[in-house]
């Protein structure tokens, strides 16, 4: 079964990572793009852990997981290798209302993380739902040479219109012109580029 594709605002949500090895650093690193309300708990750390938790002013409780742990949390990262562990998690987490995403365990997963590309504003991501990680990994990097670099300047200027211009039909149609006059100018800059 494929996943849904959904964009989650994390505003006044709390996250979880229980564990403090390489896997777990690269979830928070993944997190970190978009909330810096994060918790980790973990016994140990790795010392890339260790170092992101403190130059970000991260929450760390050195133990390890105890119920009841994710009481407020709206979404628990699992990052162990304890199969055991990451089932009491997930099956706790159904009493909490909180998604859960147990590392390399689909069956004690609500989500997946995809390759994504971040530009300012803009955010693609890219699942091949567990089928192929290695080619969603590679069409993202296919994606992310393909996007203009000027991106983020051009999704603040369109932000910027959509705040004062009036709603109604004539703004829906010029942003949408001026969305479209963007990407046909700048892909074909980007083609003429490689020639």
Not at 45 to 72: F, P, T, V, W
Not at 110 to 120: R, V
Request: hydrophobic share 40%.
């Amino acid at each position: 079964m494929s996943y849904f594709p959904a964009f989650l605002k994390f505003d006044n949500k709390k996250i979880l990572i229980v564990g403090g090895g390489h896997i777990a650093y690269e979830k928070l690193d993944h997190l970190l793009d978009f909330t810096h309300d994060i918790t980790v708990i973990a016994p140990e750390l790795s010392e890339e852990m260790h170092d992101r938790i403190a130059k970000e002013g991260l929450c760390l409780i050195k133990r390890r997981y105890s119920k009841g742990d994710i009481a407020e949390m709206a979404v628990v990262v699992v990052a162990v290798d304890d199969i055991l562990l990451q089932e009491e998690i997930f099956k706790e987490s159904k009493h909490y209302h909180c998604l859960c995403n147990a590392v390399d365990s689909v069956d004690y997963c609500d989500f997946i993380f995809p390759s994504y590309i971040k530009k300012g504003d803009l955010t693609v991501a890219v699942s091949t739902s567990g089928a192929s990680p290695a080619l969603a990994k590679h069409l993202r990097r296919f994606l992310e040479n393909t996007i203009p670099s000027g991106i983020s300047a051009f999704l603040d200027e369109m932000k910027q219109l959509r705040r004062t211009l009036p709603k109604g039909k004539e703004r829906m149609k010029m942003l949408d012109a001026k969305a479209q006059e963007y990407i046909k100018t700048e892909f074909k800059a980007g083609v003429d580029n490689e020639r």
